[in-house]
Protein backbone atom coordinates (compact mmCIF):
# COMPACT_ATOMS: atom_id res chain seq x y z
CA UNK A 1 0.00 0.00 0.00
CA UNK A 2 1.53 3.50 -0.75
CA UNK A 3 3.09 5.31 1.93
CA UNK A 4 0.76 8.66 0.88
CA UNK A 5 -2.61 6.45 1.32
CA UNK A 6 -1.57 4.91 4.87
CA UNK A 7 -0.56 8.72 6.15
CA UNK A 8 -3.93 9.45 5.69
CA UNK A 9 -5.73 6.74 6.77
CA UNK A 10 -3.80 7.34 9.92
CA UNK A 11 -4.80 10.91 10.38
CA UNK A 12 -8.54 9.81 9.44
CA UNK A 13 -8.83 7.07 12.45
CA UNK A 14 -6.90 9.61 14.35
CA UNK A 15 -10.14 11.83 13.82
CA UNK A 16 -12.39 9.14 15.12
CA UNK A 17 -11.14 10.01 18.82
CA UNK A 18 -14.03 12.46 19.62
CA UNK A 19 -16.16 9.95 18.44
CA UNK A 20 -15.12 6.82 20.58
CA UNK A 21 -15.44 8.61 23.39
CA UNK A 22 -19.20 10.18 22.53
CA UNK A 23 -20.12 6.68 21.28
CA UNK A 24 -19.09 5.31 25.07
CA UNK A 25 -21.11 8.03 27.11
CA UNK A 26 -24.07 7.44 24.21
CA UNK A 27 -24.08 3.74 25.27
CA UNK A 28 -23.19 4.29 28.95
CA UNK A 29 -25.93 6.94 29.55
CA UNK A 30 -29.11 4.29 27.68
CA UNK A 31 -27.34 2.01 30.14
CA UNK A 32 -28.09 3.91 32.94
CA UNK A 33 -31.47 5.08 31.94
CA UNK A 34 -30.69 8.67 31.26
CA UNK A 35 -30.27 9.88 34.21
CA UNK A 36 -26.91 9.39 36.66
CA UNK A 37 -28.43 10.55 40.04
CA UNK A 38 -31.46 12.53 41.18
CA UNK A 39 -31.71 15.99 42.44
CA UNK A 40 -31.51 16.14 46.35
CA UNK A 41 -34.43 16.94 48.26
CA UNK A 42 -34.21 19.05 51.25
CA UNK A 43 -31.75 18.79 53.66
CA UNK A 44 -29.00 21.61 54.69
CA UNK A 45 -27.97 23.22 51.19
CA UNK A 46 -24.64 23.21 50.66
CA UNK A 47 -22.29 26.48 51.78
CA UNK A 48 -20.96 27.78 49.02
CA UNK A 49 -17.87 30.01 48.45
CA UNK A 50 -18.59 32.27 45.30
CA UNK A 51 -14.96 33.76 43.88
CA UNK A 52 -15.23 36.74 41.40
CA UNK A 53 -12.10 36.73 39.70
CA UNK A 54 -12.13 40.10 37.75
CA UNK A 55 -8.84 42.84 36.48
CA UNK A 56 -10.51 46.35 35.55
CA UNK A 57 -13.82 44.88 35.03
CA UNK A 58 -16.38 48.07 35.82
CA UNK A 59 -18.18 47.65 32.23
CA UNK A 60 -19.70 44.12 33.75
CA UNK A 61 -19.34 43.69 37.44
CA UNK A 62 -22.27 45.30 39.03
CA UNK A 63 -24.53 42.85 36.19
CA UNK A 64 -22.44 40.17 37.48
CA UNK A 65 -22.79 40.60 40.69
CA UNK A 66 -26.63 41.39 41.01
CA UNK A 67 -27.53 38.12 39.63
CA UNK A 68 -25.81 36.14 42.29
CA UNK A 69 -27.38 37.79 44.77
CA UNK A 70 -30.49 37.80 43.65
CA UNK A 71 -30.08 33.58 43.20
CA UNK A 72 -32.92 31.07 44.95
CA UNK A 73 -30.55 30.01 47.53
CA UNK A 74 -30.22 30.88 51.22
CA UNK A 75 -28.55 33.95 52.08
CA UNK A 76 -26.73 32.03 55.01
CA UNK A 77 -25.21 29.43 52.54
CA UNK A 78 -23.64 31.69 50.38
CA UNK A 79 -20.77 34.02 50.78
CA UNK A 80 -20.19 35.98 47.27
CA UNK A 81 -16.28 38.12 46.85
CA UNK A 82 -15.07 39.49 43.91
CA UNK A 83 -11.47 39.42 43.50
CA UNK A 84 -10.44 43.57 42.25
CA UNK A 85 -7.18 41.88 40.89
CA UNK A 86 -4.61 44.34 39.78
CA UNK A 87 -7.46 46.82 39.06
CA UNK A 88 -7.32 50.44 38.36
CA UNK A 89 -10.79 51.37 37.45
CA UNK A 90 -14.36 51.32 39.56
CA UNK A 91 -14.31 47.41 39.56
CA UNK A 92 -14.16 47.12 43.49
CA UNK A 93 -16.60 50.21 44.39
CA UNK A 94 -19.32 48.92 41.70
CA UNK A 95 -19.14 45.38 42.99
CA UNK A 96 -19.34 46.49 46.66
CA UNK A 97 -22.35 48.85 45.93
CA UNK A 98 -24.09 46.04 43.95
CA UNK A 99 -23.93 43.81 46.96
CA UNK A 100 -20.99 41.43 47.33
CA UNK A 101 -17.81 41.51 49.48
CA UNK A 102 -15.06 42.67 47.43
CA UNK A 103 -10.68 41.98 48.25
CA UNK A 104 -8.25 43.94 46.57
CA UNK A 105 -4.59 42.32 45.22
CA UNK A 106 -2.15 44.01 43.56
CA UNK A 107 0.79 42.14 42.86
CA UNK A 108 2.24 42.83 39.09
CA UNK A 109 4.38 40.19 38.90
CA UNK A 110 1.97 37.65 39.55
CA UNK A 111 -1.05 38.53 37.34
CA UNK A 112 -3.84 36.89 35.96
CA UNK A 113 -7.17 34.69 36.64
CA UNK A 114 -5.18 31.28 38.80
CA UNK A 115 -2.85 33.96 40.76
CA UNK A 116 -5.88 35.59 42.14
CA UNK A 117 -7.47 32.71 42.86
CA UNK A 118 -5.06 31.48 44.95
CA UNK A 119 -4.67 34.41 46.75
CA UNK A 120 -8.33 34.80 47.62
CA UNK A 121 -8.42 30.97 48.97
CA UNK A 122 -5.50 31.64 50.94
CA UNK A 123 -7.01 35.00 52.63
CA UNK A 124 -10.17 33.70 52.80
CA UNK A 125 -9.86 30.10 53.58
CA UNK A 126 -13.02 27.42 53.51
CA UNK A 127 -13.59 26.17 57.12
CA UNK A 128 -16.52 26.81 57.06
CA UNK A 129 -17.27 26.21 53.97
CA UNK A 130 -18.09 22.83 51.42
CA UNK A 131 -17.13 24.25 48.31
CA UNK A 132 -16.11 26.96 46.18
CA UNK A 133 -17.80 28.05 42.84
CA UNK A 134 -15.84 30.44 40.16
CA UNK A 135 -17.56 32.64 38.08
CA UNK A 136 -16.01 34.94 35.60
CA UNK A 137 -16.95 38.66 35.98
CA UNK A 138 -18.38 38.90 32.10
CA UNK A 139 -21.35 36.40 33.25
CA UNK A 140 -24.58 36.30 34.74
CA UNK A 141 -26.15 33.50 36.74
CA UNK A 142 -29.75 32.34 36.59
CA UNK A 143 -31.59 32.49 40.14
CA UNK A 144 -31.78 28.73 40.55
CA UNK A 145 -27.65 28.51 39.42
CA UNK A 146 -26.68 27.60 43.61
CA UNK A 147 -29.66 25.17 43.53
CA UNK A 148 -28.34 23.51 40.21
CA UNK A 149 -25.04 22.80 42.10
CA UNK A 150 -26.57 21.94 45.24
CA UNK A 151 -28.67 18.96 43.62
CA UNK A 152 -24.98 17.22 43.44
CA UNK A 153 -24.60 17.37 46.67
CA UNK A 154 -21.99 16.06 48.75
CA UNK A 155 -19.83 18.90 47.19
CA UNK A 156 -16.99 18.46 49.69
CA UNK A 157 -14.96 15.95 47.45
CA UNK A 158 -15.56 16.54 44.08
CA UNK A 159 -16.00 19.11 41.15
CA UNK A 160 -18.73 20.01 39.31
CA UNK A 161 -18.98 21.91 35.99
CA UNK A 162 -22.20 24.41 35.59
CA UNK A 163 -24.26 24.77 32.49
CA UNK A 164 -22.65 27.77 30.43
CA UNK A 165 -25.00 29.12 28.22
CA UNK A 166 -24.59 32.53 26.48
CA UNK A 167 -26.35 36.19 26.75
CA UNK A 168 -25.49 37.77 23.54
CA UNK A 169 -25.88 34.81 20.54
CA UNK A 170 -27.96 37.01 18.62
CA UNK A 171 -25.70 39.65 17.71
CA UNK A 172 -23.97 38.77 14.29
CA UNK A 173 -23.23 35.68 12.64
CA UNK A 174 -19.76 34.88 14.77
CA UNK A 175 -21.98 34.61 17.58
CA UNK A 176 -24.54 32.57 16.16
CA UNK A 177 -22.01 30.37 15.29
CA UNK A 178 -20.12 30.16 18.84
CA UNK A 179 -23.87 29.96 20.31
CA UNK A 180 -24.61 27.22 18.43
CA UNK A 181 -21.18 24.87 19.29
CA UNK A 182 -21.64 26.20 23.09
CA UNK A 183 -25.48 24.92 22.89
CA UNK A 184 -23.72 21.37 21.32
CA UNK A 185 -20.98 21.19 24.15
CA UNK A 186 -23.23 21.84 27.33
CA UNK A 187 -26.60 20.83 26.06
CA UNK A 188 -25.69 17.35 24.56
CA UNK A 189 -22.18 16.32 25.05
CA UNK A 190 -21.76 16.82 28.59
CA UNK A 191 -25.09 15.96 29.41
CA UNK A 192 -24.35 12.46 27.68
CA UNK A 193 -20.72 12.37 29.36
CA UNK A 194 -22.41 12.75 32.86
CA UNK A 195 -25.30 10.39 32.73
CA UNK A 196 -22.89 7.77 31.19
CA UNK A 197 -20.26 8.34 34.25
CA UNK A 198 -17.81 9.95 32.46
CA UNK A 199 -15.69 12.63 33.72
CA UNK A 200 -17.09 15.97 32.32
CA UNK A 201 -15.08 18.73 31.36
CA UNK A 202 -14.05 21.55 33.19
CA UNK A 203 -14.51 24.75 30.95
CA UNK A 204 -13.17 27.93 33.58
CA UNK A 205 -16.50 29.50 34.14
CA UNK A 206 -18.79 28.23 36.15
CA UNK A 207 -16.39 25.61 38.23
CA UNK A 208 -17.49 23.80 41.75
CA UNK A 209 -14.65 22.29 43.17
CA UNK A 210 -15.09 20.67 46.58
CA UNK A 211 -13.62 22.09 49.86
CA UNK A 212 -11.19 18.92 49.95
CA UNK A 213 -9.75 19.60 46.58
CA UNK A 214 -8.55 22.51 47.67
CA UNK A 215 -6.81 21.38 51.23
CA UNK A 216 -4.68 21.97 52.32
CA UNK A 217 -2.51 22.92 49.44
CA UNK A 218 -4.75 25.39 48.13
CA UNK A 219 -4.83 26.01 43.93
CA UNK A 220 -2.66 24.42 42.46
CA UNK A 221 -3.20 25.07 38.98
CA UNK A 222 -1.44 28.18 36.86
CA UNK A 223 -1.17 27.28 33.38
CA UNK A 224 -2.77 29.32 30.68
CA UNK A 225 -6.06 27.30 30.94
CA UNK A 226 -6.53 26.58 34.51
CA UNK A 227 -9.48 24.50 33.81
CA UNK A 228 -7.31 21.99 31.21
CA UNK A 229 -4.77 21.12 34.18
CA UNK A 230 -7.50 20.80 36.65
CA UNK A 231 -9.17 18.31 34.64
CA UNK A 232 -6.36 16.29 33.83
CA UNK A 233 -5.52 16.42 37.27
CA UNK A 234 -8.72 15.67 38.54
CA UNK A 235 -9.42 12.56 35.93
CA UNK A 236 -5.70 11.05 36.48
CA UNK A 237 -6.49 10.80 40.46
CA UNK A 238 -9.80 9.27 40.32
CA UNK A 239 -11.58 12.68 41.41
CA UNK A 240 -15.39 12.58 40.35
CA UNK A 241 -16.36 15.60 37.68
CA UNK A 242 -19.85 15.74 37.27
CA UNK A 243 -22.14 18.23 35.13
CA UNK A 244 -24.78 20.28 36.57
CA UNK A 245 -27.29 20.85 33.77
CA UNK A 246 -29.55 22.37 36.05
CA UNK A 247 -26.83 25.16 37.16
CA UNK A 248 -27.43 27.94 34.44
CA UNK A 249 -24.87 30.79 34.07
CA UNK A 250 -24.47 32.76 30.94
CA UNK A 251 -21.41 34.19 28.99
CA UNK A 252 -20.59 36.78 26.74
CA UNK A 253 -19.77 35.91 23.16
CA UNK A 254 -16.99 37.67 21.28
CA UNK A 255 -18.36 39.72 18.64
CA UNK A 256 -15.33 39.98 16.25
CA UNK A 257 -12.25 37.62 14.91
CA UNK A 258 -10.21 40.13 16.52
CA UNK A 259 -11.55 40.47 19.75
CA UNK A 260 -11.46 36.32 20.00
CA UNK A 261 -8.01 36.48 18.81
CA UNK A 262 -6.75 36.49 21.85
CA UNK A 263 -9.42 33.73 23.73
CA UNK A 264 -8.74 31.11 21.18
CA UNK A 265 -4.68 31.89 21.15
CA UNK A 266 -4.68 31.92 24.95
CA UNK A 267 -6.93 28.85 24.85
CA UNK A 268 -5.31 26.84 22.16
CA UNK A 269 -1.62 27.49 23.86
CA UNK A 270 -3.46 26.65 27.29
CA UNK A 271 -4.85 23.89 26.21
CA UNK A 272 -1.49 22.50 24.30
CA UNK A 273 0.86 22.91 26.95
CA UNK A 274 -1.63 20.61 29.35
CA UNK A 275 -1.78 17.64 26.95
CA UNK A 276 2.33 18.33 26.53
CA UNK A 277 2.49 17.38 30.58
CA UNK A 278 -0.28 14.89 31.08
CA UNK A 279 -0.44 13.30 28.05
CA UNK A 280 1.28 10.13 29.64
CA UNK A 281 -2.07 9.46 31.38
CA UNK A 282 -3.86 5.96 31.10
CA UNK A 283 -6.90 7.56 30.87
CA UNK A 284 -8.46 7.35 27.42
CA UNK A 285 -11.29 9.48 27.55
CA UNK A 286 -9.22 12.44 29.05
CA UNK A 287 -6.20 12.09 26.75
CA UNK A 288 -8.69 12.26 23.76
CA UNK A 289 -10.26 15.52 24.65
CA UNK A 290 -6.79 17.20 25.50
CA UNK A 291 -5.92 16.03 22.19
CA UNK A 292 -9.44 16.44 20.12
CA UNK A 293 -9.43 19.17 17.38
CA UNK A 294 -12.36 21.81 18.00
CA UNK A 295 -15.53 20.80 16.14
CA UNK A 296 -14.70 23.31 13.13
CA UNK A 297 -10.98 22.13 12.79
CA UNK A 298 -12.39 18.65 13.07
CA UNK A 299 -15.11 19.25 10.30
CA UNK A 300 -12.19 21.54 8.12
CA UNK A 301 -10.00 18.26 8.80
CA UNK A 302 -11.66 15.66 8.09
CA UNK A 303 -12.94 17.46 4.54
CA UNK A 304 -8.83 17.92 3.97
CA UNK A 305 -8.04 14.48 4.55
CA UNK A 306 -11.07 12.98 2.33
CA UNK A 307 -10.32 15.15 -0.39
CA UNK A 308 -6.66 14.64 -0.59
CA UNK A 309 -7.37 11.11 -0.25
CA UNK A 310 -10.08 10.96 -3.59
CA UNK A 311 -7.08 12.44 -5.37
CA UNK A 312 -4.63 9.62 -4.90
CA UNK A 313 -4.66 6.88 -7.56
CA UNK A 314 -5.14 4.00 -4.83
CA UNK A 315 -8.01 1.88 -4.46
CA UNK A 316 -8.41 2.27 -0.83
CA UNK A 317 -9.40 6.08 -1.21
CA UNK A 318 -12.74 5.98 -0.94
CA UNK A 319 -12.89 3.78 2.39
CA UNK A 320 -9.78 6.38 3.77
CA UNK A 321 -12.47 9.29 2.84
CA UNK A 322 -15.07 7.66 4.01
CA UNK A 323 -13.39 7.08 7.50
CA UNK A 324 -12.68 10.44 7.23
CA UNK A 325 -16.62 12.21 6.85
CA UNK A 326 -17.80 9.77 9.23
CA UNK A 327 -15.24 11.19 11.66
CA UNK A 328 -17.86 14.04 11.80
CA UNK A 329 -20.88 11.68 12.84
CA UNK A 330 -20.95 13.19 16.47
CA UNK A 331 -20.32 16.67 15.61
CA UNK A 332 -23.10 16.49 12.89
CA UNK A 333 -25.60 14.61 15.52
CA UNK A 334 -25.61 16.94 18.24
CA UNK A 335 -25.84 20.02 15.71
CA UNK A 336 -29.01 18.70 14.32
CA UNK A 337 -30.19 17.51 17.99
CA UNK A 338 -29.80 21.58 18.83
CA UNK A 339 -31.28 22.74 15.93
CA UNK A 340 -34.52 21.11 16.06
CA UNK A 341 -34.65 22.39 19.66
CA UNK A 342 -33.29 25.88 18.94
CA UNK A 343 -35.47 28.96 19.23
CA UNK A 344 -33.90 30.72 16.09
CA UNK A 345 -32.92 27.59 13.79
CA UNK A 346 -33.45 29.33 10.43
CA UNK A 347 -31.65 32.13 11.35
CA UNK A 348 -28.41 29.96 12.88
CA UNK A 349 -29.05 27.98 9.67
CA UNK A 350 -28.15 31.31 7.68
CA UNK A 351 -24.77 31.72 9.61
CA UNK A 352 -23.75 28.29 8.55
CA UNK A 353 -23.03 30.99 5.12
CA UNK A 354 -19.78 32.12 6.79
CA UNK A 355 -18.52 28.88 7.92
CA UNK A 356 -15.83 29.07 5.22
CA UNK A 357 -14.71 32.01 6.78
CA UNK A 358 -14.90 31.00 10.65
CA UNK A 359 -12.91 27.75 9.71
CA UNK A 360 -9.98 29.73 8.12
CA UNK A 361 -10.16 31.97 10.96
CA UNK A 362 -10.00 29.21 13.40
CA UNK A 363 -7.10 27.44 11.61
CA UNK A 364 -4.80 30.53 10.98
CA UNK A 365 -5.21 30.89 14.47
CA UNK A 366 -4.44 27.53 15.63
CA UNK A 367 -1.65 27.51 13.14
CA UNK A 368 -0.05 30.77 14.24
CA UNK A 369 -0.46 29.72 17.94
CA UNK A 370 1.66 26.12 17.35
CA UNK A 371 4.38 27.69 15.68
CA UNK A 372 4.89 30.46 17.88
CA UNK A 373 6.02 30.01 21.10
CA UNK A 374 3.44 31.46 24.04
CA UNK A 375 4.66 34.00 26.25
CA UNK A 376 2.94 32.50 29.20
CA UNK A 377 1.04 35.84 30.20
CA UNK A 378 -2.21 35.80 30.81
CA UNK A 379 -4.12 38.12 28.74
CA UNK A 380 -7.34 39.99 29.08
CA UNK A 381 -10.29 39.47 26.39
CA UNK A 382 -11.88 42.93 25.15
CA UNK A 383 -15.57 43.17 26.59
CA UNK A 384 -18.36 44.84 25.56
CA UNK A 385 -21.57 46.27 27.30
CA UNK A 386 -24.77 44.64 27.48
Known amino acids: MPIPIVVLGLLALSLWLPNLVDLVALLGTLARGGRRSKPVAGGTPPRLLFLVPAHNEELLIAHCVKSLVAMDYPVEARTIVVIADNSTDGTARLAREAGAECIERFDHALRGKPHALAWALRELGLAQMNACVIVDADTVVAPGFARGLAELAPLDAIAVQANVGTMNEWDNWLTRLEGLLARCRYEVTY ?106 LQLT ?57 YAVWRASVAASTLVMPSSGEWLKTERHSR
Open 301 to 357: AAILVALLALALPSPWRFWVAGAAVASTASLVIATVVVLVRHPYPKATLLAFLHLPI
Open 191 to 296: RLRDGAGLHCPLTGNGMCIGRQLLEPQGWQAFSLTENWELYARYTAEGIPIRFAYRAELFMQLVRSMKQGQIQRTRWLAGRTQVLRSWWRTDKFATLAELAALSPV
